[in-house]
């Protein structure tokens, strides 16, 4: 069946540091695939999100690239800041309703 | 504007009791999603409203949980006679069109079975 991988955390940076988290996938047809942030107290949200092989979604400075060769959807950030501190979801959503998510990554980042 | 809520955000039950949980989706959403999210994992589905028909409930994990959106706005996702191992928080997204794709997630209710 569907599912999603991502490294395990937790993962402490440093500000300015560059960032990735990383995500595969195993998926039956041609999913779409997202990246969730929960910031602390809140619900989850969407950061960005790729629906087709080789697309990039990007947004606040997080990039990741859909690349199915690899089955894989990396989180990069170059710079990450304290208030990027969140837990970060990789999931995949291969029908209509059908979310998959992945267990998460606790980020931690110290001025 | 405002977002999903869910109702309550904490709830203690004693094992064996019910539990009703309840999700008001953003107005005008078509598309009503609930997922159970265990301490330290990622949510898991758990069933699909496309206005008030149920499409998917495929997740629900026993007949214990039942979930109903009787007029396609408001949600509650219902757990009877409930066990430790339902200790967890249950989120509830909506979405306007017909895929999940763009969904919005409440705060999520922490249930904690006694």
């Known amino acids: 069946g569907d599912s999603v991988t991502q490294m395990e955390g937790p993962v402490t940076l440093s500000e300015e540091a560059f960032l990735t988290i990383n995500c595969t996938y195993t998926?039956?047809?041609?999913?779409?695939l997202f990246w969730y942030v929960q910031y602390p107290g809140e619900g989850l949200q969407l950061l960005l999100k790729?629906?087709?092989?080789?697309d990039k979604g990007s947004n606040k400075g997080f990039e990741a690239t859909y690349r199915k060769e690899t089955t894989s959807f990396h989180l990069e950030k170059g710079s990450v800041q304290v208030s990027d501190s969140a837990v970060y979801f990789c999931?995949?959503?291969?029908?209509?309703?059908?979310?998959?998510f992945g267990t998460g990554t606790s980020l931690t980042v110290i001025p | 504007g405002a977002g999903v809520s869910q109702s309550p955000r904490y709830k203690v039950a004693k094992r064996g009791q019910d539990v009703a949980l309840r999700c008001d989706p953003i107005?005008?959403?078509?598309?009503l999603f609930w997922y159970q999210q265990a301490l330290g994992q990622g949510p898991e589905f758990l069933t699909y409203?496309?206005?008030?028909?149920?499409?998917?409930k495929s997740g629900l994990p026993s007949d214990r949980f039942f979930a109903e959106r009787p007029e396609g706005s408001v949600s509650t996702l219902k757990i009877q006679r409930t066990q430790q191992e339902d200790s967890a928080v249950y989120l509830c997204?909506?979405?306007?069109?017909?895929?999940?794709?763009?969904?919005?997630f409440g705060p999520g209710t922490r249930l904690t079975v006694l």
């Open positions: 999931a995949l959503s291969d029908r209509i309703a059908q979310f998959y």
């Open positions: 409203f496309q206005n008030e028909a149920q499409l998917d």
């Open positions: 107005s005008g959403h078509v598309s």
């Open positions: 790729a629906t087709k092989a080789d």
């Open positions: 998926a039956t047809g041609y999913p779409s």
């Open positions: 997204a909506s979405s306007l069109g017909y895929s999940a794709d763009t969904q919005y």
